[in-house]
C-alpha cells in the first residue's frame, strides 16, 4: 500500500522567512511518481510539481524549491522568502505504476504567512 | 482551454434526499475519479473510471456510486447522503498513467443536514 505523511499540521512564519514542508512516502513501486499541489483559500487544487522516482535531481522554480531523497524517501519543499501569497495549503502526493493514475495524498500543511 | 467542470459549487441538502455532482472534462482523458477531503485526512478517493463502461472502487465508496456513460462525463451520485458525507468533492481527470497530471474542478462543497 502507498502511504504518504506530511507530520507538519500547520506552519506559521513572518513573510520573508524561509520555510519548508516535508513529505515523506512509502510505496512498494519501483517506478513511481511524487506531486505537490496548493490548495488557496479560494479552494481550488493548483498542481504545482512533478518528479519521478528516476529523477533525483533538485528543482528550482523561482521562489520554490523541491529536495528529493530516495535514500530517506522524501520530497520536502522550500519556499524562500515567503509572501502572504503563500497562504494556503500544501498536500504532497504519490501515485505509482502499480496503482495506474490514482493518487495517494499526505493530509497538508497549512502555512500561514504574516506581515 | 483545459477545463474539468463541476456543478454545483456549493449543495446543502437533507439527509436520504438523492442528489448528483456533475463532471465533466474537455481533454479527451481517459481516468476520471472523485476524491473527499476532509480536515485531517487529506484527499481521499472515492471511485474512478479507467475508461467508459469501466468503474471501480477508491479507498472510500461506500455510500457512493458513479457511473461513465460517455468519456468527458463522471457524475457522483449520492442515493441516500447522510451528514457524515458533508465534505468538500473534487472530480479529477488525466491520462492513464502514473506520470501525468491530474487536473483538477473547483470542488463541490457539500452539507447534508
Known amino acids: 500500500a502507498q502511504k504518504v505523511t506530511q507530520a507538519q499540521t500547520e506552519i506559521s512564519v513572518v513573510e520573508k522567512e524561509d520555510v519548508t514542508l516535508d513529505c515523506v512516502y512509502e510505496t512498494r513501486d519501483t517506478t513511481y511518481y511524487l506531486f505537490w499541489y496548493k490548495q488557496p483559500p479560494s479552494g481550488e487544487l493548483v498542481f504545482l510539481i512533478r518528479r519521478n522516482s528516476f529523477d533525483e535531481q533538485n528543482e528550482i522554480s523561482g521562489r520554490y524549491s523541491w529536495n528529493f531523497q530516495k535514500s530517506t524517501s522524501s520530497f520536502n519543499f522550500t519556499i524562500t522568502a515567503s509572501q502572504v501569497v503563500d497562504s494556503a495549503v500544501y498536500f504532497c502526493?504519490?501515485?505509482?505504476?502499480?496503482?495506474?493514475?490514482?493518487?495517494?495524498f499526505g493530509t497538508g500543511t497549512r502555512l500561514q504567512v504574516t506581515l | 482551454e483545459a477545463q474539468v467542470t463541476q456543478n454545483p459549487r456549493y449543495l446543502i441538502t437533507v439527509t436520504g434526499k438523492k442528489l448528483t455532482v456533475t463532471c465533466s472534462q474537455n481533454m479527451n482523458h481517459e481516468y476520471m475519479s472523485w476524491y473527499r477531503q476532509d480536515p485531517g485526512l487529506g484527499l481521499r478517493q472515492i471511485y474512478y473510471s479507467m475508461n467508459v463502461e469501466v468503474t471501480d472502487k477508491g479507498d472510500v465508496p461506500e455510500g457512493y456510486k458513479v457511473s461513465r456513460k460517455e468519456k468527458r462525463n463522471f457524475p457522483l451520485i449520492l442515493e441516500s447522503p447522510s451528514p457524515n458525507q458533508t465534505s468538500l468533492y473534487f472530480c479529477a481527470s488525466t491520462e492513464l498513467g502514473a506520470e501525468t497530471e491530474a487536473f483538477f474542478g473547483q470542488g463541490t462543497r457539500l452539507t447534508v443536514v
Open positions: 502526493a504519490l501515485s505509482g505504476s502499480g496503482t495506474a493514475s490514482k493518487l495517494t
